[in-house]
């Protein structure tokens, strides 16, 4: 008798998400103590305005410098026990990925982003009953910028993060409905 293998996310369509690819720290891109970290929080809600508990968001972003490059690091392993390292601690990666918890919340420490243009970071939200996943941006000013410009108000409101106090920003992801949040296509 042989044993049944459990699936995975690429087996079938979730909610795998929440549990099986997040990484320890994978919510951490800034260096422990750096002083110029911020955090970037929200919710995701599905077309009802109710929590997704089991979404998992990946954030890209270009390095304080401007850099979108990057560097290895994020999941790191021990080569001789393959056990996992994490961030090396002191090195950017401009990766992070965060499960949502059971409210829908999500959220990110990582260092502001040095965006030739406005400060932005890349989000990729994978959640159940996505059969793809979605990319935005999450704009940590507003301004001038050939996305922006092209939308709409209320639809461009979808992409501001809300500055808060203590270097905080907030990015609510809406997956449809009023307030749907702008998604991105590409090709």
Request: glycine letters at 14%; charged letters at 20%; a negative charge.
């Amino acid at each position: 008798m042989t044993e049944r293998s459990r699936p995975t996310p690429s087996h079938t369509i979730g909610p795998f998400y929440g549990h099986a690819l997040p990484f320890p720290g994978g919510e951490q891109m800034a260096p422990p103590g750096h002083p110029d970290t911020i955090t970037v929080h929200g919710y995701v809600s599905d077309g009802a305005g109710r929590p997704v508990p089991d979404a998992l968001l990946e954030f890209w972003q270009a390095a304080p410098g401007g850099s979108w490059a990057g560097a290895p690091g994020s999941m790191r392993r021990d080569p001789s026990t393959g056990a996992f390292l994490g961030r090396d601690g002191v090195g950017f990666t401009g990766f992070g990925r965060v499960a949502t918890d059971a409210d829908g919340h999500w959220a990110l420490r990582t260092l502001p982003p040095g965006n030739a243009g406005l400060p932005y970071l890349g989000v990729c939200v994978f959640a159940r009953g996505l059969t793809h996943h979605l990319f935005t941006r999450a704009y940590l000013a507003d301004g001038a910028d050939r996305l922006l410009d092209s939308l709409p108000a209320d639809r461009r409101a979808t992409l501001l993060a809300a500055k808060g106090t203590d270097r905080t920003y907030r990015f609510d992801i809406r997956l449809q409905g009023e307030g749907e949040t702008v998604f991105l296509e590409f090709q």
